[in-house]
């Protein structure tokens, strides 16, 4: 029988971790991947356009259309991690935005996902779960991506995410190999999400502007990046900024030089940071980036900002989004992938 619970639950505490800042470590994770690439598939009709080789934010196959029209793009991704926030509604809502974005991220559009639950059954009422699920399926209707099931596990810890299968144009996508010198960098959500996650973690204190921030579909930026011309973006989640900035230069072989002072930030992370409530994760991404990036005069917990490990966070786009703040520009190859201004 499943217990109940009498006072009320505070689903971070039953996580070792928050959100993204959860992933492995990707210093790691790239060891791990390093050898998997393997061959490409052959003999079918649905060519690999974007795999594992460049760490891109989904995978991308091509889908012949019949009778001579247009052929498609099929973008397919998964992404779950456990609480972020203690209201399990708000925890749905969050995870399924976030598996989302990997769609946005590539130019796509969601059209299909399926649930990925695990729970202690006999820790955690199921009313939760309900929740849980019912933010997920909330934020799903919401982009007009259909939720049909999916599977779950008796799990130790509670974790939630959905596999998303998204729709693209094979010609428009935004890949994290195509950015080009000369081009502008636009961030479309402020960070400091990791920040104030572990901070709401640790006292239990409350962000609307961080909910607010992580709920928030990448659709309108991603077509707005799409009207814009773009060909290279990526969204920014557990790797940081910078991690992920790194991926981007290093994959299209350009330098990122980052305006530091044009970055925006949400109210009260530069504040947590100095109070010290800073993931582990972060720290882990900070440490991944040192030998890629030349940090010019940025302070320590500028540093920190720049590689909080952020949930659901914005596109990075190579091109100018209107109504984004542009954080930088790319230039030429040089010694670093990223370069602090």
């Known amino acids: 029988m499943t217990t109940r619970l009498e006072a009320p639950v505070r689903l971070t505490q039953f996580a070792h971790g928050g959100g993204c800042a959860c992933k492995i470590p990707p210093g790691e994770l790239e060891d791990v991947l390093g050898e998997l690439a393997g061959p490409v598939a052959t003999g079918g009709d649905t060519p690999l356009l974007v795999g594992l080789a460049t760490g891109d934010d989904a995978a991308v ?148 502007q961080a909910v607010a921030t992580m709920v928030t579909l990448n659709r309108e930026a991603s077509a707005a990046a799409l009207r814009a011309g773009a060909t290279a973006a990526t969204d920014v989640t557990g790797f940081g900024f910078l991690g992920h900035l790194h991926k981007m230069a290093r994959a299209s072989e350009v330098t990122a030089v980052v305006d530091t002072a044009a970055v925006p930030y949400l109210d009260g992370a530069r504040e947590s940071v100095r109070e010290g409530y800073v993931s582990g994760g972060t720290r882990r991404n900070l440490e991944w980036v040192a030998p890629f990036t030349d940090f010019g005069a940025a302070d320590e917990d500028t540093r920190l900002l720049l590689a909080d490990a952020q949930t659901s966070g914005g596109l990075l786009v190579a091109g100018e989004v209107p109504g984004a703040p542009v954080v930088g520009e790319l230039v030429p190859r040089g010694s670093f992938s990223v370069v602090l201004r």
């Open 61 to 208: 196959v091509t889908l012949p259309s019949p009778g001579g029209a247009p052929d498609q793009a099929v973008v397919s991704t998964a992404d779950f991690f456990t609480p972020v926030v203690d209201d399990p509604y708000d925890w749905g809502r969050i995870a399924a935005a976030n598996a989302l974005s990997d769609v946005y991220a590539m130019g796509g559009r969601p059209v299909l996902a399926v649930n990925l639950l695990a729970w202690p059954r006999q820790v955690l009422p199921f009313d939760l779960a309900r929740e849980v699920l019912r933010g997920g399926l909330d934020i799903a209707t919401e982009a007009g991506c259909h939720v049909g099931g999916g599977h779950s596990v008796d799990d130790p810890e509670p974790k939630y995410g959905m596999a998303v299968t998204g729709l693209a144009d094979p010609g428009r996508l935004l890949r994290n190999d195509a950015a080009r010198p000369g081009t502008p960098l636009s961030l479309t959500k402020p960070l400091g999400l990791g920040v104030l996650n572990n901070r709401h973690k640790t006292t239990g204190e409350r962000f609307e």
